[in-house]
Every structure is written in C-alpha cells, then in structure tokens.
Nanobody, 121 residues
Framework: QVQLVTSGGGLVQPEGSLRLSCAAS????????MGWYRQAPGKQRELVAT???????NYAGSVKGRFTISRDGAKNTVYLQMGSLKPEDTAVYYC???????????????WGQGTQVTVSS
C-alpha cells in the first residue's frame, strides 16, 4: 500500500505565495518522477511541474518563473513553492508519483487526494 498525502492549499490574494507539500509513504522501493497537476472547474487536469529522481525539472509555460518544484528524497516528499499567484492559478492541485513498491518491480502511478488553491482578493 502506498499513500500520497497532500497539504498546504488555501486562499491567497493575487501576487501572494503558497507552498504545497506531498509526502509518499508505505511499501516504497523507489520513486522515479514526482510532480504536480491541477484541475480548474470545467477544465481538464493539466501538468504544472515535474521533477525526476535526479532533480531535473519541467514546468508548464504558464507557471515558469513563478513556481518552483523540489523534492526531499529522504522524506519521499515533493514540494511546490508558488509565487506571484494569479486568479487563473485557482484549481485543485494534485501530486503524482511514479513508485516502485516492495511487492514487485512494476512502476505505478499514484495520486494524492488534491488540495484546493484559491487566488482571490
């Protein structure tokens, strides 16, 4: 069993900052890429940022320069530092991790429960 627990969402004013965290736990052998996705009302889920086990990251164009993804391998945790937030960043944010469990050598996709981020004055 693997769980991804997300925290850190909330209400913030435009140009404000928030930090999201997502911790993976359970029968983990290894974690490959981790990332953040978001889904706004009426829209499809979209990629926000990803980071490989080696620390290489990738950002959606809409957040580049404003958001920073990082991870702590020892804690199996990925973070998303969000700055200069805009109303259009309002969405439910989901973390994702590609995890190999101790039960076998298959890499599976796992999702966190989602956390609401609302940017509004």
């Amino acid at each position: 069993q693997v769980q991804l627990v997300t925290s850190g969402g909330g209400l913030v004013q435009p140009e404000g900052s928030l930090r999201l965290s997502c911790a993976a736990s359970g029968s983990i052998r290894s974690i490959n890429a981790m990332g953040w996705y978001r889904q706004a009302p009426g829209k499809q889920r979209e990629l926000v940022a990803t980071i490989t086990s080696g620390g290489n990251n990738n950002y959606a164009g809409s957040v580049k320069g404003r958001f920073t993804i990082s991870r702590d391998g020892a804690k199996n945790t990925v973070y998303l530092q969000m700055g200069s937030l805009k109303p259009e960043d309002t969405a439910v944010y989901y973390c994702n991790a590609q995890i190999m469990t101790t039960s076998d050598y298959t890499i599976r996709n796992y999702w966190g429960q989602g956390t609401q981020v609302t940017v509004s004055s």
